[in-house]
């Protein structure tokens, strides 16, 4: 059997010039460098012989910015460049797509429960939010 490599696209952060990134512009502009970027290993890869899938988590992050803003600013820990519980399920459900070339499982807020760690006082996503980011990362992935 053979193992394939999954590239996750980072997200850009959410406002310029944060954490020594001036040189790479605004959000529009870091998220085309980062594309870009993966894409360059996706294909270096590909012609070593690696059997290699881009998950297009920035590509996901710039789709909400765009099409769902009421969900925009919720992806992102205080800091901005973190992602929140909101940003974490969009990057769990674009690696889930990216991986299984399904839809991932419905939300359960109840897998917070275990998690390591969460910065006080950023609420998890309500059931619509989680659906709304679910169905995001589907036509990201092109399911």
């Known amino acids: 059997k053979r193992t394939t490599l999954i590239l996750?696209?980072?997200?850009?952060?959410?406002?310029?010039?944060?954490?020594?990134?001036?040189?790479l512009g605004d959000f529009d502009e870091f998220t085309k460098l980062l594309h870009e970027g993966y894409l360059d290993y996706l294909l270096w890869m590909q012609k070593l012989?690696?059997?290699?899938?881009?998950?297009?988590?920035?590509?996901?992050?710039?789709?909400?910015?765009?099409?769902?803003?009421?969900?925009?600013?919720?992806?992102?820990?205080?800091?901005?460049?973190?992602?929140?519980?909101?940003?974490?399920?969009m990057e769990a459900c674009?690696?889930?797509?990216?991986?299984?070339?399904?839809?991932?499982?419905?939300?359960?807020?109840?897998?917070w429960k275990k998690a390591r760690y969460c910065v006080e006082g950023l609420s998890f996503p309500t059931d619509g939010e989680a659906e709304q980011i679910r169905q995001v990362s589907g036509y990201v992935c092109q399911l």
């Open 49 to 89: 012989n690696v059997s290699t899938r881009l998950a297009p988590n920035g590509l996901a992050f710039s789709y909400v910015k765009y099409h769902k803003p009421e969900l925009y600013s919720m992806l992102y820990a205080p800091d901005h460049h973190h992602p929140s519980p909101h940003g974490t399920w």
């Open 94 to 111: 674009v690696v889930y797509c990216t991986m299984l070339g399904e839809m991932p499982p419905r939300y359960n807020v109840s897998w």
């Open 8 to 23: 996750l696209e980072t997200a850009a952060y959410e406002i310029p010039n944060i954490q020594s990134t001036t040189d």
